[in-house]
């Protein structure tokens, strides 16, 4: 034990991960610990459609942070100048301008998503909802600056204590107004509180309207590639509700919804464990160094992978028994679609590190062309396999379009010297075998809901 807690002290490279790692784990642990227990809570207060409504509101949203991010947080990771006030306080100016764009947007495509979509009640949702999009442009840059040197203990803590404030706000809403409206305004009271929270809870100067010509110029330089791949990223992330928002009741987007929440749940915590580490662990220690900086990524990589693969095959397993006790009889039918999208999850758990070691290069470029190779091939297999197989097919082909897209990352991972075939090859063989046996336990649950679900 004392070995143990030796590697978590000091200010070395291995220490400050550990203990950046561990936040992180905890502050997205305690977040979906939040998000489930409010999800549970509110589904007993209001009805499916409603969270296929939710649905669709974040769809745009998300969607239109996605389609004008311009590489924020990843600029004051990799960059040079990223502890520099003038950099930092360009950068704030800029996401502040762009929080304000957002809100507009959202007003301006209020119209067009509800005759869409066929949901009139958008015109009111998503102008309020976009309200949080300004407010969040106002999120002070410490909490980048914290992430670049691996301290995220205080802005896990804040950010959970927003989290708190809004799902409380959310619920008594819900109780109060039995609507959407509630899933909405508690968005924006969220971002209100997280504003707040890190603006006085955060050490450090406070951000001031400042225009550098050179820091705006490098901002714009890196993020230029970053805008084009995350625009590329609403397909990935948002695609598949967007398309099955077409092509499915609203009760059926809902549940679909409330299914991808829980099965989604490992990916996500890797995700936000890979983005606010690797980026710093390829930066300060890169590969193509020292053959020891290569054992490190490699020993760091396997582990991140064993544990988020290890808890998708989990969930996979337990996902319907979980439906079944939290949940009411409206959404049994998330069950089944656990198992399908953990399963189909599985190759994008397996290469998520390599395309960090991209942007700590600099190489915006090469992650846009992998990104757009990925969603590209998503949205298409996507589309045609609810077209031709019904949502079950559209699950499938989350999976599938990963493998399709996987030259193009050995490609991009080959360049940064981080490429580990043995590393995909041994952890690919494991989550079929895994993968294998979890689906013919739950056949028979899988195959009705898929007839039941081509059939709506």
């Given at each position: 034990m004392q070995r143990v807690a030796s590697l978590f002290t000091g200010q070395g490279m291995i220490a400050r991960v550990l203990r950046s790692a561990s936040w992180l784990m905890i502050g997205f642990g305690g977040s979906q610990a939040l998000r489930l227990a409010s999800n549970l809570i509110l589904t007993r207060i209001l009805f499916p459609e409603a969270f296929g409504l939710m649905a669709l509101v974040s769809v745009v949203t998300v969607g239109l942070s996605l389609f004008s991010d311009v590489g924020i947080g990843p600029s004051i990771a990799q960059n040079k100048r990223g502890d520099d006030p003038g950099f930092l306080n360009t950068a704030w100016t800029i996401q502040v301008i762009r929080g304000f764009g957002l809100w507009a947007l959202t007003a301006l495509l209020a119209w067009p998503a509800a005759q869409f979509y066929g949901a009139p009640e958008l015109l009111i949702y998503l102008p309020i909802a976009?309200?949080?999009?300004?407010?969040?442009?106002?999120?002070?840059?410490?909490?980048?600056?914290?992430?670049?040197?691996?301290?995220?203990?205080?802005?896990?803590?804040?950010d959970l204590a927003g989290q708190v404030i809004g799902l409380a706000a959310m619920i008594a809403l819900a109780l109060v107004t039995q609507s959407v409206i509630a899933l909405v305004l508690g968005g924006v009271i969220q971002a209100a509180a997280k504003l707040l929270l890190c603006h006085y809870g955060l050490p450090g100067a406070a951000n001031r309207f400042r225009w550098e010509r050179a820091a705006a110029g490098e901002l714009m330089h890196f993020?230029?590639?970053?805008?084009?791949?995350?625009?590329?990223?609403?397909?990935?992330s948002q695609g598949d509700r967007a398309i099955l928002g077409k092509f499915v009741p609203l009760e059926v987007l809902g549940i679909y919804n409330i299914g991808y929440f829980l099965a989604s749940f490992p990916m996500l915590l890797g995700h936000a464990v890979n983005q606010r580490l690797m980026i710093p662990v390829y930066r300060g220690k890169p590969a193509e160094a020292a053959p020891e900086n290569l054992r490190r990524q490699r020993q760091l990589r396997c582990g991140l992978t064993a544990g988020i693969l290890a808890m998708l095959i989990a969930m996979a397993w337990a996902g319907p028994w979980l439906v079944q006790i939290l949940y009411d009889g409206r959404y049994l039918q998330a069950g089944p679609m656990i198992v399908m999208i953990a399963l189909a999850l599985a190759p994008a758990v397996i290469t998520m590190t390599y395309d960090q070691a991209a942007l700590a290069g600099g190489d915006s470029r090469g992650f846009f062309v992998f990104s757009a190779a990925r969603a590209c091939l998503q949205t298409g297999m996507f589309l045609g396999g609810v077209a031709w197989?019904?949502?079950?097919?559209?699950?499938?082909?989350?999976?599938?379009?990963?493998?399709?897209?996987?030259?193009?990352?050995?490609r991009l991972a080959r360049r940064h010297h981080v490429w580990d075939p043995l590393h995909?090859?041994?952890?690919?063989?494991?989550?079929?075998?895994?993968?294998?046996?979890?689906?013919?336990?739950?056949?028979?649950a899988v195959a009705a809901m898929a007839a039941a679900m081509s059939s709506s």
């Open positions: 976009g309200a949080g999009l300004a407010i969040a442009g106002f999120n002070p840059t410490r909490i980048e600056t914290a992430h670049r040197h691996l301290l995220a203990g205080r802005v896990t803590a804040l993020g230029k590639w970053i805008f084009l791949s995350t625009a590329f990223w609403f397909l990935t197989f019904g949502l079950a097919g559209g699950i499938a082909a989350l999976g599938l379009a990963m493998l399709a897209a996987y030259p193009v990352l050995v995909d090859a041994g952890y690919g063989l494991l989550a079929l075998l895994a993968g294998g046996a979890v689906l013919h336990w739950h056949w028979d």
